[in-house]
């Protein structure tokens, strides 16, 4: 059940990344999840039964922009922190320090849906995050790295046919 949890985990970040579906003017955020597995998002949609199985509404919640602001700026920083260190580093080790900050990122998110739900301050930094390209930048990052590492410079050489 392990690989399969991965696959799906994998298909909708990639999903989501490449995608910028809205319903009403309202960002959308696909996932797969286990009919039995608790939620925490405020609308669940069966896409094999065609109806909704939570119904999203309308809620009022007290937002404090700055201090929204100053979560948002922290995780920038950790994030443009990272890449600009791991730019000289080796593959490996730009490759763990990356994950750690992905792994971060994920469970400061997660922990702020299980205590605050959608509106905690967790998951709006990551829904900004994500919004504004910084999440994509992360992994566009160590694709590049990758990639660059892997990669094999052609060398010009004077020979002459």
Do not use: C
Request: charged letters at 35%; aromatic letters at 12%.
């Amino acid at each position: 059940m392990h690989l399969y949890e991965e696959l799906f985990k994998m298909k909708k970040t990639l999903f989501n990344l490449q995608h910028n579906i809205k319903i009403y003017g309202y960002d959308v955020e696909l996932y797969v999840q286990d009919s039995h597995e608790e939620h925490t998002s405020g609308g669940i949609y069966s896409v094999l039964n065609d109806e909704w199985i939570v119904t999203p509404k309308k809620e009022k919640f007290e937002l404090d922009k700055k201090l929204l602001k100053q979560k948002v700026d922290s995780w920038i920083d950790k994030i443009d922190n990272v890449i600009d260190d791991a730019k000289d580093e080796s593959l490996e080790d730009a490759t763990k320090k990356i994950g750690k900050l992905k792994e971060k990122i994920k469970e400061y998110r997660t922990s702020g849906l299980k205590s605050g739900g959608e509106y905690s301050y967790e998951n709006l930094v990551f829904k900004y995050l994500r919004r504004n390209g910084y999440i994509e930048k992360l992994f566009n990052f160590q694709i590049d790295k990758f990639d660059k590492e892997l990669s094999l410079k052609e060398i010009k050489n004077n020979l002459k046919y």
